[in-house]
């Protein structure tokens, strides 16, 4: 060793005080920061990385590497005990159907705890069934993806069923024509807006006679009053039939007033104007058979709806009524897409429930002298049949969590848990359809204000309880005779049929009316069609002849409308395919297999229901 590092070395020794004291540890970084490598700053019980991450924090420290968990805060306790109730709820009904639970319904109708059914309503999984299956590709998930089908359908192409080309359109010129914005605007809020009240009607009534005094500008208002034109001219009332029986509808002006409007949707803000922009275009594109179209539009109203919650302490009294009622509209558009499209959910779902109904305006509770008589009371009506819209919401996802959850296997294997939840459920809806007001209660003779929107629910009831009966008739195809439950399943199996045929035999008489619900509309005619497809391919129920007069009532429904959408194309296809097949080879029944008898008869009392 030199001189120098001697030196050195015992000057560095005298620098130590004589008794030494333990060097204070450095501040060991979480469990996280040390993985990302990142400055921890040490935050008890939490450091600021693992706040914003959302992740909990732990801590190793000592030499036998032992890991120092935080304890939680008492939020943090109560989520996770919220988190483990739900989890215990799931798991109780999925492994002991036997235990009756209450389910917060009223209080949340679409929370984030109603995940989309594992089965599925769609009418797609029934073409997967061994009667129905090879007439689409296997486990086709929806017939909106697939490819137009090939040239065996070209015979019926060419012929276009919408009315304005075959009968010359409406008296109006081509063009968005301000000078008609007032007169077009009263026949949204009398055919559209009492469907789906998410507007003002004075002040949008006061938008379109300005805008018929100086024009449409560049603002939101104007959009607004552009696609209320263009649903106007698109839509058709349900008495609005001509001598031939089609519903008058001009898609040319309609398209104008359209393209006028989508012009304007891109210069809008986040603002409660540009949400219920994106909703009125997602109800054009409805009424257009553009599903895909519609759903991009309803999730970006949904959205603006959703970020306008976030920040509704900054808004005014009259618009978060407007905004409740968006709410609303938005979460029953998404519900009845999802029952039939499997897409990502509705981001709304995941906030807590306004309210169990939206408040009413205030048009409803003190008229306007403002707004005409015949609208006013129409609005009135509608209110009835927006709350019960909303209603019955609550009373389908009900349904679909207790019978759709789990596959169809499940309807075969727990049967008689199944029968006890569709005996039960379908006392709620019986209930639920009971109690509507006369208004919008399907009876003979019924207002034509009122009538509209009383076929409109009648067919929802219909869909409900048809979803309803669907796991009974599923096991009564699929299952075998000897089963104890064989003859209370057939009970509602026979239900079932009757809703089809009923369904089948409605829609054929309203068969051109165009309207934001259509889509769905044709869709259960092809869900009817195929469940009674199915009992008469299966061999186990034997039917008279007047089975095939409903299938070509149901086919005719399909057929108005296969050139609007690539899908009921595919419907008419499957559905004339099916038949042909059915009546060159009749089904026998196996042996020792029993059969279910099967005679559908008009019921008088429900002759006029749509």
Request: glycine content about 6%; proline content about 4%; aromatic content about 8%.
């Amino acid at each position: 060793m030199s001189d120098s590092s001697a030196s050195s070395s015992r000057k560095r020794q005298r620098l130590r005080p004589a008794k030494s004291y333990p060097r204070k540890r450095t501040a060991v970084a979480c469990e996280l920061c040390r993985a990302r490598k990142t400055r921890c700053d040490n935050g008890r019980p939490s450091c600021s990385v693992c706040v914003e991450s959302g992740v909990v924090c732990s801590y190793t420290v000592g030499s036998n590497g032992t890991t120092l968990t935080p304890e939680p805060s008492p939020s943090q306790l109560l989520a996770r005990i919220d988190y483990a109730v739900q989890l215990l709820e799931q798991q109780g009904q999925s492994h002991t159907p036997e235990v009756q639970t209450n389910e917060a319904d009223v209080e949340e109708p679409c929370s984030h705890e109603v995940l989309r059914p594992e089965g599925g309503t769609r009418s797609e999984l029934m073409l997967d069934w061994p009667c129905l299956r090879g007439y689409v590709p296997a486990k086709t998930r929806s017939l909106l993806w697939l490819a137009q089908p090939d040239s065996t359908l070209d015979d019926i192409r060419g012929y276009s069923h919408d009315p304005s080309v075959r009968n010359g359109g409406a008296t109006f010129s081509s063009g968005a024509e301000e000078s008609y914005a007032v007169q077009l605007v009263k026949r949204y809020l009398t055919l559209v807006h009492i469907k789906n009240p998410i507007l003002d009607e004075q002040t949008l009534l006061k938008q379109a006679r300005g805008i018929a005094e100086v024009g449409f500008d560049w603002t939101g208002e104007s959009c607004l009053v552009l696609l209320a034109c263009a649903l106007a001219t698109l839509v058709t009332a349900y008495d609005d039939r001509n001598e031939n029986g089609s519903f008058p509808s001009n898609r040319t002006i309609s398209k104008s007033y359209f393209r006028a409007a989508r012009k304007r949707l891109g210069l809008l803000d986040l603002s409660l104007v540009a949400a219920q922009c994106r909703y009125l275009t997602a109800i054009y594109e409805m009424c257009s058979f553009r599903v895909m179209e519609a759903w991009s539009h309803y999730q970006q109203a949904s959205t603006i709806t959703g970020t306008l919650l976030l920040r509704q302490i900054a808004m005014q009294a009259h618009d978060l009524k407007l905004l409740e009622r968006l709410y609303y509209s938005c979460i029953r558009s998404h519900g009845d897409i999802d029952g039939e499209v499997p897409l990502p959910q509705c981001e709304l779902v995941k906030f807590k429930s306004l309210g169990l109904f939206p408040s009413l305006p205030d048009m409803v509770l003190s008229p306007s002298p403002e707004i005409d008589s015949e609208i006013s009371e129409t609005a009135n009506v509608g209110w009835f049949y927006y709350l019960a819209e909303i209603s019955a919401l609550r009373t389908s996802m009900q349904m679909r969590r207790a019978l759709y959850s789990h596959g169809e296997d499940w309807w075969i294997t727990d049967i008689q848990y199944v029968i006890k939840q569709v005996n039960s459920l379908e006392e709620e809806i019986d209930a639920w359809y009971d109690h509507l007001p006369d208004t919008i209660k399907w009876h003979a003779g019924a207002k034509v204000a009122s009538a509209e929107l009383a076929s409109i629910l009648y067919a929802r009831l219909r869909l409900i309880k048809l979803r309803l009966l669907h796991p009974c008739l599923y096991f009564n195809i699929h299952a075998s005779s000897d089963n104890p439950m064989w003859t209370e399943a057939s009970r509602q199996s026979l239900k079932a049929l009757d809703l089809s045929a009923q369904t089948l035999d409605r829609h054929s008489s309203t068969n051109a009316w165009r309207h934001g619900g259509t889509w769905f509309m044709v869709r259960s005619t092809f869900k009817a069609c195929l469940s009674i497809l199915a009992a008469i391919r299966s061999g186990r129920f034997v039917c008279d002849k007047n089975w095939v007069s409903l299938i070509r009532r149901g086919m005719s429904v399909l057929e108005v409308w296969r050139e609007e959408c690539g899908d009921v194309l595919w419907m008419e296809l499957i559905v004339k395919q099916l038949l042909e097949d059915t009546l060159a080879n009749p089904p026998t029944c196996a042996s020792g297999q029993s059969s279910i008898v099967w005679s559908y008869r008009e019921q008088d009392e429900i002759s006029g229901a749509a």
